[in-house]
C-alpha cells in the first residue's frame, strides 16, 4: 500500500475503510506512524481512521459534559493541515463547533482554551518524533489534558465505532498568532541586555520564539528558524545531542549568554550556556526552581523521575524552604500533578516546564520556560548563565537513552524489569556493587543505590522505545557503572533493541 502521506487529494477517495493501529492510544496523547515516501513501514492510521478519531473525540467530550465547544490547530508538518482537516470532519459530524486557530503552537492552542473560552482542545502534532509521525494532544479539562483513562476511554469508542453523531459547526479565528504573542510578553521586559540564540530546527516554534524574544529585550540570533517540514539539519528536539551541539556552536561563534532551543511544536525548551555547555533539562529546572523559591516563600514543586535528585538534596532549596514531589514523566501527569498540588512549577527532563500561578496556567509552553530563563538571568546581571550552572551541587547525569522495544510488548518488558530489580532488593543483592537503597515504581523503576548514584528504566509513552537515564552524585564513573548494570538488566529480555544514543 502506499504510505498516506505521499497520497494526492484525488486518491483520498479509495480509503473507504478506517485504518486505526490501537497502539497508537497512547497514555496521554495519540501517537501513529501516517507514512512517508523515503519509508516502507506500513502506515498505522490512514484519513479514514483520522476521521475515526475525529468522530470519537467530538462523542467524548460531550459525554464527559465538557460541551461541543473545540479548540484545534496544527503543527507545520507537509500532512498536519491535512490531518487536522480529517480529524475536523470527524468532530463535527459528532457535534462539535470547531474554533480554528491554524498553524500554531501546542502551548497556543492551550492558551485559546482560556482566551476564546473552550472547555477542549485537540492539537495536531507529533512534536519531535521523526517525518512520517502525526498524532493528536488533547484536553476538555484546562489546563489538563487527557490521561491514560480518557486515552482508553477513546481508544474504545474509535475502535468500536461507539459515536453519537450530530451536526456540528466550524470558525477560523484569524490572527490568533498575534494575540498569543501578545499574551506571552505582557508584563514582561529584560533590562540586561541579553544576546540569545533562538535554535528551532525548522519547526514551528521558528514562527514565534524569536519574535517573542526580542519583544522582551533580547538580542536575538536565529538558528534554524526558518519553517522546512523536512527538517534537514535534525529533529527539532533539545533533548537530543545533535540539536545540543548546533546550540554549543552557535552560542560560542556569537558570544551569546545563552543559547534557547524548542521542539517541534513549541512546547519544551533546551538550555546551553554561554561557554558552552549543553544543561541537561533537570538541572535547568533546579536553577529555576532556586529563582523562583527565593521570591515564592514555602514553594511546592513537581519534578519527573526521569531528573535529577537534586530538587530534594540541593541546599539553596532546602534553605528556601522549598519541597519537591517526584511523579510520574509525561507531560499529562505532571500537570495533572501541578493542579492537584497547588504546585508554582513543574518540571521534566525532557523540557517540558509547567508554570502555576501567578506565573502561568499551568500548562507547558517552552517560550514561557524561554522568558523564565533570561528573567532568571535579568536578576543576577552580576552572574553567567555558566556561574549559574557551577553553583549547583556537581552530580554527573546522563542523557535520556532509548533502546527500541516494540510498543505491543514494551510495558511487559518493564514489567519484567521492575520484579527483576524488586527480586535483587528483597534477595540482599547489589547494583553496580551498591547495595539498593530504595526502588521508585511510581513510572517503570528508578533504582536507587546506597551512594545515591541511580538508574531508571520506563516505557516510552510516545514511542516504540524505552528510557533509560542515569545519575551519580559520586564520580562519571560510577555513573557509568549504574548504566552498565541497568542494561545488563534490560539484556535480560530480548525484545529490547539498540539506543538511539548512549554514554
Known amino acids: 500500500m502506499k504510505p498516506v502521506a505521499d497520497l494526492t487529494p484525488n486518491t483520498f477517495a479509495f480509503e473507504t475503510t478506517p485504518l486505526v493501529k490501537p497502539t497508537g492510544f497512547r497514555e496521554y496523547d495519540a501517537r501513529w506512524w501516517f507514512g512517508h515516501p523515503s519509508s516502507d513501514k506500513a502506515p498505522e492510521i490512514n484519513l479514514m481512521g483520522i476521521q475515526a478519531l475525529g468522530m470519537g473525540l467530538g462523542t467524548l467530550i460531550r459525554r464527559r459534559g465538557a460541551g461541543p465547544k473545540i479548540v484545534v490547530g496544527h503543527d507545520f508538518r507537509s500532512y498536519s493541515m491535512t490531518i487536522k482537516l480529517g480529524l475536523t470532519q470527524g468532530l463535527m459530524a459528532a457535534g462539535a463547533e470547531i474554533k480554528d486557530i491554524g498553524l500554531a503552537l501546542s502551548p497556543m492552542a492551550y492558551f485559546a482554551q482560556f482566551e476564546l473560552d473552550v472547555p477542549s482542545v485537540a492539537m ?27 486515552m482508553g476511554q477513546l481508544r474504545d469508542i474509535v475502535l468500536g465505532g461507539d459515536f453519537d453523531l450530530t451536526g456540528g ?25 541579553l544576546k540569545v540564540v533562538a535554535a528551532c530546527g525548522n519547526g514551528t516554534a521558528g514562527a514565534f520564539a524569536p519574535e ?77 526552581a532556586r529563582d523562583i523559591s527565593a521570591q515564592h516563600d514555602n514553594s511546592v514543586f513537581v519534578a519527573d523521575v526521569k531528573s535529577t535528585g537534586l530538587y530534594a538534596t540541593d541546599p539553596v532549596l532546602k534553605e528556601q524552604g522549598a519541597k519537591t514531589d517526584y511523579w510520574k514523566t509525561g507531560h ?51 552572574k553567567s548563565m555558566a556561574d549559574l550552572y557551577r ?5 554527573y547525569g546522563s542523557p535520556t537513552m532509548s533502546p527500541h522495544c516494540d510498543d505491543e510488548v514494551k510495558y511487559e518488558v518493564i514489567d519484567r524489569v521492575v520484579k527483576r530489580f524488586e527480586k535483587m532488593q528483597a534477595d540482599g543483592g547489589k547494583v553496580a556493587g551498591h547495595p539498593i537503597a530504595d526502588l521508585v515504581t511510581v513510572n517503570g523503576v528508578r533504582v536507587v543505590a546506597d551512594d545515591g548514584t541511580w538508574g531508571l528504566v520506563r516505557a516510552s509513552s510516545n514511542k516504540p522505545e524505552l528510557v533509560v537515564v542515569v545519575e551519580s552524585p559520586v564520580s562519571e564513573q560510577r555513573k557509568i557503572d549504574m548504566f552498565h548494570a541497568v542494561d545488563a538488566v534490560l539484556r535480560e529480555n530480548p525484545e529490547v533493541g539498540e539506543y538511539n544514543q548512549t554514554l
Open 212 to 288: 517573542a524574544l526580542e519583544r522582551i529585550g533580547c538580542e536575538v540570533i536565529p538558528l534554524d528558524a526558518e519553517l522546512d517540514h523536512t527538517f534537514p539539519r535534525y529533529n527539532p528536539n533539545p533533548e537530543d545531542m545533535k540539536m545540543l551541539h548546533a546550540i554549543r556552536d552557535a552560542v560560542l561563534e556569537h558570544g551569546a549568554d545563552v543559547g534557547l532551543g524548542f521542539d517541534g511544536d513549541g512546547d519544551r525548551c533546551g538550555v546551553v550556556d554561554n561557554e558552552g555547555n549543553e544543561i541537561f533539562a533537570d538541572k535547568v529546572g533546579v536553577m529555576l
Open 124 to 150: 495536531v502534532t507529533a512534536s519531535h518524533n521523526e517525518n512520517g509521525w502525526t498524532g493528536v494532544k488533547m484536553g476538555c479539562d484546562r489546563p489538563l489534558t487527557f490521561g491514560p483513562d480518557e
Open 332 to 382: 499529562s501527569y505532571i500537570k495533572r500533578r501541578v493542579t492537584e498540588l497547588g504546585a508554582i512549577a513543574g518540571f521534566e527532563k525532557s523540557g517540558h516546564f509547567f508554570f502555576g500561578p501567578p506565573i502561568g496556567r499551568g500548562y507547558d509552553d517552552g517560550i514561557v520556560t524561554a522568558i523564565a530563563v533570561c528573567e532568571m538571568l535579568d536578576r543576577n546581571p552580576e
Open 169 to 193: 459547526a466550524y470558525e477560523f479565528v484569524d490572527g490568533f498568532r498575534e494575540t498569543y504573542l501578545d499574551d506571552l510578553v505582557d508584563g514582561h521586559t529584560i533590562s540586561r541586555k
Open 391 to 395: 553553583a549547583l551541587p556537581l552530580t
